[in-house]
Structure formats: structure tokens, C-alpha cells
């Protein structure tokens, strides 16, 4: 059964820290692929934040690069998200999924973060 559990998320004031993690089975199906830190606002849609390739190559959209920080451990078939200096405008529900459409699962319930200023 595909399943993607995220948590991790909370509420923060600006500038603080969280850590999100996103615990995926089975493993067949995700640590074959490049694994991707996604979020959703209110009255917005899905994006795509943070990635990380196989062979462990990141990549960050504008907004996030240098505030946070992608990792996986393949052994707990985990993936996290360390964010730091957070700002308002990071409030959203993150969820982690395959990046390549082609073989992306149903989404998780994903983790709301709220950060306030």
C-alpha cells in the first residue's frame, strides 16, 4: 500500500526554525526516484519547493534557497525538510512526493505550517 506520512509542522514566529519529515512506503516505489518537498497556501496552487535527485543534488525555488534544506535517509525511508529563518509567506500545508509526474503516488495529508510575523 502507497502511503506518504508527513509531519513535523506547527506554528512559528518569523526567523524561527522547523523540521519537516515525510515517512514513505514502500520503498521500492520512492527511493528509486528524485524526491520532492512540495506546498500549498491558501487559494493557491500546489508548488514544487525543494527537490532532491538520486544521486543527491538539490535544488530550491528562489524564495527558499538558503533558508532551507532537503535531505533523505534511505534507510528509514524518510525525507526532511530543515527550515530556517522562516517568514510569513512559507504558511502553507507542505506534503513530499516523486517529483516526475509520471510516477507520482497520491499525496499524503501533508503538515501545516503557520508562521507569523
Known amino acids: 500500500q502507497v502511503r506518504l506520512v508527513e509531519s513535523g509542522g506547527g506554528l512559528a514566529r518569523a526567523g524561527e526554525s522547523l523540521t519537516l519529515s515525510c515517512q514513505y512506503s514502500?520503498?521500492?516505489?520512492?527511493?528509486?526516484?528524485?524526491m520532492g518537498w512540495y506546498r500549498q497556501a491558501p487559494g493557491k496552487e500546489r508548488e514544487l519547493v525543494a527537490f532532491?535527485?538520486?544521486?543527491?543534488?538539490?535544488n530550491y525555488i528562489d524564495s527558499v534557497s538558503g533558508r532551507f534544506a532537503i535531505s533523505r535517509d534511505i534507510a528509514k525511508n524518510t525525507v526532511y525538510l530543515q527550515m530556517n529563518n522562516l517568514k510569513p509567506e512559507d504558511t502553507a500545508v507542505y506534503y513530499c512526493n516523486v517529483v516526475d509526474p509520471r510516477v507520482r503516488t497520491n499525496w499524503g495529508q501533508g503538515t501545516q505550517v503557520t508562521v507569523s510575523s
Open positions: 514502500p520503498r521500492n516505489i520512492y527511493n528509486g526516484n528524485d
Open positions: 532532491m535527485r538520486r544521486g543527491g543534488i538539490r
